[in-house]
């Protein structure tokens, strides 16, 4: 069922600092911060030769990745996004076997304009899993 | 600098019931448990398209991530690993940015019979990161 790793999301508390640093020390390619003001984030986005590093920073008041940088101030991974070809059967398989969606267990479109959907990390080793529809 | 991202590694209280999850609800190619006693750990490799996914458990004694798990009960993300080309050439460049090499700060063989560094995670985002020279 899962695809590619489409991405590993990284909250970050200095989004200029990150992005230096991956520029600058790892010698990544770093993209320009885009707002995403409908996800309450701030993205930058680097480019491996075979998947992405999202930067991830708080925009707004009721940002979703507020309360992790409180309890992670230095920052720290935040999630993994696997691609799926249809998200509603995948929706419908993994609420068989009883993982949690959350929310209203409806897909939303997500950053990149395309539908997603969260499951509970408790359900999967304390990792926070986005699917999204490719 | 860095390269393809190698794999992100994810550690679990159950490995038998991680293995199963990521194979029977989420669908993906999962392989046998490895015991890497040089390096006090069991893996098991989840192939993705991309990329894999490693899952980790301790084993011995004096196991590097059994700390993590004391933490994390429920287990959790605990390192990226970047491909690089040279890693002496990686750790000179990160090391003359200011950024910290863990241990000695030599390259020490790692659980894929290549040369490996990690960096410090308070030195990038709460993120620990392998460099794997392949």
New interface residues.
């Given amino acids: ?5 489409n991405h ?1 999301a ?4 200095d989004l200029k600092a ?1 992005s230096a ?1 991956y520029e ?5 390619k770093v993209g320009a911060p885009q707002d995403e003001p409908d996800h309450g984030v701030t993205v930058v986005f680097i480019e ?4 992405k ?1 999202e ?1 991830l920073y708080p925009l707004g008041e009721d940002s979703p990745i507020q309360g992790f940088l409180d309890k ?1 101030p ?4 935040h999630h ?1 996004c ?1 691609e799926v070809e249809d998200i509603h059967a995948a929706r419908d ?2 609420t068989a ?1 009883g ?1 949690r969606v959350l929310g209203s267990g409806e897909p939303k479109i997500g950053a990149h304009g395309k539908p997603v959907l969260f499951l509970h ?2 359900d ?4 926070l899993i986005e699917l999204e529809q490719v």
Same sequence: chains 1, 2.
Wanted: glycine share 12%; net charge positive.
């Fill in positions: 069922m899962i695809g590619r790793l590993v990284i909250a970050v508390p990150a640093q600058q020390i790892l010698g990544a491996l030769p075979n998947t590093v930067l992670n230095s920052g720290g991974i993994l696997f398989r993994l076997e993982a990390p408790k999967f080793n304390g990792t």
